[in-house]
């Protein structure tokens, strides 16, 4: 099972391409129900805050591989930074997996960006191959040496993406093109050694891949009897459970202007 990614222009941003998806092969939610996951070799990163392009703003996106053994707390990496622990970070947000796969997609958009290079450019902890937003379900339980982690949600992706990567449009491009990466919470703090796997270990949501979480919430904005189950899925974070809930029963859809593109948009 693959998904089609295809760039086209969307008229919003003169000069650059968007990624579309949802389109050719589209997400086969019933084929994911059936799928489980290779182990995989994680590559570690952490980040320092520091300041954000030429702006006031500081952040610790820029992240960098480090060598284990990793300690892994309940809020994250022992040694890794949020400089908004509003809304990076927490205990439902312990650490950001993002496919290297990716990249490719994003190089082929963006053209010759140094960061596309290396991994580290979305602000990610956690890099691998061979698992995506299709194949990863909410839930999902994952050992990784001496720790277990449970996927809460998807990424939400904001404005500090753009001044990152120096594109107006890249939070709102991931977004539409649900390549958002995921977050984990920790079930169970403790050390990973080199060499060690990540391992999926239960699937208590079949029928949930994150693939589908991001189809409700950025395409399908109306699907709201299905938006009304996402918010039932216990193992799905508060924050996106009560998401779910509130355009369910108001109809209305959030504004997510100031989210990617700042506070001034």
């Known amino acids: 099972m693959?998904?089609?990614?295809?760039?086209?222009?969307?008229g919003a941003e003169a000069g650059f391409s968007s990624l579309i998806l949802w389109v050719g092969t589209g997400i086969n939610e019933?084929?994911?129900?059936?799928?489980?996951?290779?182990?995989?070799?994680?590559?570690?990163?952490?980040g320092r805050i520091a300041s954000l392009g030429h702006g006031h703003a500081r952040s610790a996106i820029d992240k960098s591989p480090v060598k284990g053994p990793w300690r892994i707390e309940r809020t994250g990496l022992v040694g890794d930074e949020q400089a908004d622990e509003r809304h990076h970070g927490g205990p439902e947000k312990a650490l950001h997996h993002y496919p290297f796969e990716h990249y490719e997609t994003w190089r082929a958009s963006l053209g010759d960006n140094a960061l596309l290079h290396k991994t580290g450019a979305f602000g990610e902890n956690i890099s691998t191959s061979g698992w995506t937003e299709e194949t990863v379900h909410v839930g999902d339980i994952i050992r990784f040496g001496g720790v277990l982690l449970q996927v809460s949600q998807a990424r939400q992706p904001c404005w500090k993406l753009n001044v990152r990567l120096g594109s107006e449009g890249i939070a709102r491009r991931m977004q539409s093109a649900a390549i958002t990466g995921w977050y984990y919470?920790?079930?169970?703090?403790?050390?990973?050694?080199?060499?060690?796997l990540l391992t999926l270990e239960h699937r208590?949501?079949?029928?949930?891949?994150?693939?589908?979480?991001?189809?409700?919430?950025?395409?399908?904005?109306?699907?709201?009897?299905?938006?009304q189950d996402m918010a039932g899925v216990s193992e799905l974070s508060d924050g996106w459970r009560r998401l779910a809930a509130r355009r369910s029963a108001t109809k209305t859809i959030e504004d997510w202007t100031v989210r990617l593109h700042g506070g001034g948009a």
């Open 30 to 46: 019933t084929q994911a129900m059936y799928d489980t996951l290779p182990a995989a070799v994680p590559l570690i990163l952490s």
């Open 185 to 196: 919470r920790v079930l169970e703090p403790g050390c990973a050694e080199p060499g060690a």
């Open 204 to 227: 208590p949501q079949p029928r949930w891949p994150l693939s589908r979480t991001l189809r409700l919430l950025y395409r399908d904005l109306d699907a709201y009897d299905e938006l």
């Open 2 to 10: 693959h998904l089609k990614y295809i760039l086209a222009n969307d």
